[in-house]
């Protein structure tokens, strides 16, 4: 099982920044990916960011300019950088962990944490 922690949510005006973390239970080594994903109010849930070792990074084309994702192994947390937000980026960011080894095939989402860009 992999247990997911974020934090660094908050209310920020916009242009502000803002980074997020999410702290991964276990060894980096059972997660083969971690992601960002957001939630708007009403909207679907859409994919933010995704790193993993052997592909690199992934952002839609949406999301390239302002995000950047980042992975510490030895802690075994994700990283979501955020700059330039703006009234639209707000949402409740979740991670999303893709299982690996033993865990292959499972996925692991965090409770969230809410992002409010107002001024």
């Known amino acids: 099982q992999v247990q997911l922690v974020e934090s660094g949510g908050g209310l920020v005006q916009p242009g502000r920044s803002l980074r997020l973390s999410c702290a991964a239970s276990?060894?980096?080594?059972?997660?083969?990916?971690m992601a960002w994903y957001r939630q708007a109010p009403g909207k679907q849930r859409e994919l933010v960011a995704r790193?993993?070792?052997?592909?690199?990074?992934e952002y839609p084309a949406s999301m390239k300019d302002r995000f950047t994702i980042s992975r510490d192994y030895v802690k075994n947390t994700v990283y979501l950088q955020m700059d330039s937000l703006k009234p639209e980026d707000t949402a409740t960011y979740y991670c999303?962990?893709?299982?690996?080894?033993?865990?292959?095939?499972?996925?692991?989402w965090g409770q969230g944490t809410q992002v409010t860009v107002s001024p």
């Open positions: 276990g060894t980096s080594l059972n997660i083969y990916a």
């Open positions: 999303h962990a893709e299982g690996a080894r033993n865990l292959r095939g499972r996925n692991y």
């Open positions: 790193i993993s070792e052997r592909e690199g990074v």
